[in-house]
């Protein structure tokens, strides 16, 4: 099993649609959980953290955790085609002290 | 307020040539990292100072990779020999401290072994 988990994709939502990601992650202990945007060919960028249970909320970002279910969320609302990236899911705390990051999600919003 | 800058941006060498990045992170940050990035996979912590003391290299393949960060600030990772497995691109964060996980990158180093 994996540490941190997501689905590769490619998740295709139209332009104005909700986009939904999801993540699981393996260590019950982790504490600090965080999103990161990567357009190809370019280095991750920080876009949400999340520490407590429940909602967060940046401009159209949502991050969710719900730490008994070990699972944290991103929602991207009206989606843009300028949202079209690959999404990365990163745990603090799964194996050991260091940030883990999951495979990634791509995600396409089309016109 | 500057980012954090790596150079090479890009790089090409034979298999069993050597190799070596540089880093400066975010003024101020006392927590660098390297990270491997292989094409569709996600960053893979390398190596992480906390100024300039090593925090965790479980992960650095130690036969081959070295790194540095001396005087607290810049850093350089160096591979020699590469491998061809090696090809990837690698990536320098910095965070204000190890205990503060919001990671800054910079836009990193892609290597390509032949």
């Known amino acids: 099993q994996k540490e941190v988990e997501q689905n590769s994709g490619p998740l295709s939502v139209p332009e104005g649609a909700i986009a939904s990601l999801n993540c699981t992650y393996s260590?019950?202990?982790?504490?600090?959980f965080f999103w990161y945007r990567q357009y190809s060919g370019k280095s991750p960028e920080l876009i949400m953290s999340?520490?407590?249970?429940g909602d967060k909320e940046d401009g159209r970002f949502t991050a969710q955790l719900n730490k008994a279910s070990q699972y944290v969320s991103l929602l991207i609302r009206d989606s843009q085609p300028s949202d079209s990236a690959t999404y990365l899911c990163?745990?603090?705390?799964?194996?050991?002290?260091?940030?883990?990051f999951g495979g990634g999600t791509r995600v396409l919003v089309k016109p | 307020e500057a980012g954090v800058a790596q150079s090479p941006r890009y790089k090409i060498i034979e298999k069993r040539q050597s190799v070596a990045f540089w880093c400066n992170p975010i003024?101020?940050?006392?927590?660098l990292y390297w990270y491997q990035q292989i094409l569709g996979q996600g960053p893979k912590l390398l190596i992480q100072?906390?100024?300039?003391?090593?925090?965790?290299d479980s992960q650095l393949p130690k036969d081959r990779f070295s790194a540095e960060r001396l005087k607290g600030v810049d850093s350089t990772l160096k591979i020699q020999p590469a491998k061809l497995e090696d090809s990837a691109v690698y990536l320098c964060?910095?965070?204000?401290?190890?205990?503060?996980?919001?990671?800054?990158f910079g836009p990193g180093t892609r290597l390509t072994v032949t």
């Open positions: 100072f906390q100024n300039n003391g090593v925090v965790d």
């Open positions: 999340i520490y407590s249970n």
């Open positions: 003024s101020g940050h006392a927590t």
């Open positions: 990163a745990v603090h705390g799964a194996a050991g002290n260091k940030l883990t």
């Open positions: 260590d019950r202990g982790s504490q600090s």
């Open positions: 964060a910095s965070s204000l401290y190890s205990g503060n996980y919001e990671q800054y």
